[in-house]
């Protein structure tokens, strides 16, 4: 491990001023994350900016909208986003371990990399981690890899569960960096690997995430996260499936459906959501929705169950979602 | 660095610390603490478990400085004096301990559970156990351990 430099930030300015002036400086919010990389290498920073002291912890109803600090803990546990933002809920309690949950912050989270296996083991070529240095993934064992979204040079996935959730809310995150504050949705906020899977997000080097916003919205106090994995608890998303919905007199009037573990980012299933918007919302619309959901994969060698998952998954969790 | 915390009540001080160890390191390799155990290193396997300002953590993935000026509690700081806490006291009567690696991590977590809720049913056992991995028992004999640990503690 290469020698580094600790501070403690004060201030959201002094933080981003530390960390924007040094081009191998970077945040260290829970370190659950951060600590498990620097020790494996796949990231040397030359100082951590503890940003663990920013007044950046609360979760704020308002409007019917609820603002949640980037630094918020247990976020799940929160009486109000367990009754206005289910979906949020259900994916962070899905999340890791209790122990890790304790510590584990929503900015961090959202900013985590991948855990594909190539890229977490250092002795393997990854372009992700080192640029121009191949795939591994591509030609080794890919059933944990993407199956929308990935390109011939990165097939990783997103491995966080509430960008999945936030996704399917609509929801934003509120940054300040070197150039000043903005706004951008979580979904946008991945880039697709194309020819620089090396360049992750659209963030600045230095911008801080401070908040995210999740807007009022007429589907999200109907909302669901089914998390699909190799085992019950404590693992990483396979397959999964945010849906938030808005029906009325039977109808579907809108609706949100967000795919987890299948894309390097959370993946919109736009395709899926039109098929639903509009109609009856029945058994025949849910398994065309299920149907429309896979529109474009691209299987792997290993992965072409996923396929199948993500059908059955959507329409699952849209008859899942029905009764609440 | 000079690193100050609070760990089992007593305020220590160690110095030279570097910024890239973790808790884990100070408390076994600088504060004479091995109960706390380094397994997989990578917050899989919670044998590292620990209390941080009250709520139970991975202490491989806190790094050093992030414990400054905090307070730590270690499965050492559970007992009083020889008389073992009573989480300790049923995972020896149900034999629940084989090797041993994965115990500390369970006591601190089942520990932290009792604290939060009197007679948790199974599933809320499994769930709050969820991030500490034996490879050992099989799981039987540390279920029968925090069932009898929680009836002693809502009868006393
Ligand atoms: C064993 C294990 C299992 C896990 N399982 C799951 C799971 O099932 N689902 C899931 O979603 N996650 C899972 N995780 C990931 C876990 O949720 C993340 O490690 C955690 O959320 C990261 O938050 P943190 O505050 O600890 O981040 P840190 O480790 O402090 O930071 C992570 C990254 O984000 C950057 N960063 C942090 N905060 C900000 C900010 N406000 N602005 C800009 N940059 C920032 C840091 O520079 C760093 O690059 C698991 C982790 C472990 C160790
Ligand atoms: S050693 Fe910390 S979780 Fe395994
Ligand atoms: S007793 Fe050996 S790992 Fe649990």
Redo the contacts between chains.
Sequence with gaps: MKPFAYTRAHTVWDAVAAVSAEPGARYLAGGTEMVNLVREGQESPDRLVDIGDLPLTEVRVHGRGVRIGALAKRVHEHPEVRRRLPVLAEAGLSAASPQVRNVATPGGNLLQRTRCHYFRDVRFPCNRREPGTGCAALRGVNRNNAIFGGSEHCVAVHPSDIAVALTALDAVVHTHGPAGERVIPVEELYRLPGDEPNRETVLDHGELIVAIDVPPTPFAARSHYLKLRDRASFAFALVSVAVALDVRAGVTHDVRIALGGVAPRPWRARAAEDALRGRRFDDDARAAAGEAATTGAKPLPHNEFKVELVRRAVVRALSEVEGR | ?RLRCEVNGESREVDDV???E?LLYVLRERMGLPGSKNAC???EC?SC?VY?DG????S????A??A?GHEVTTVEGLAEGEQLDPVQQAFVEKGAVQCGFCTPGLIV?THDLLERRERPSDPEI???L???LCRCTGYEKILDAVRLAADRKAVS
Excluded: I
Aim: aromatic share 4%; net charge negative; glycine share 18%.
């Design positions: 660095m570097w910024p890239g973790s290193e990578q917050g919670g478990t941080l709520v139970p953590v991975c491989c993935l806190v790094a400085g992030q400054e977590a499994r769930e709050a969820a991030g500490n």
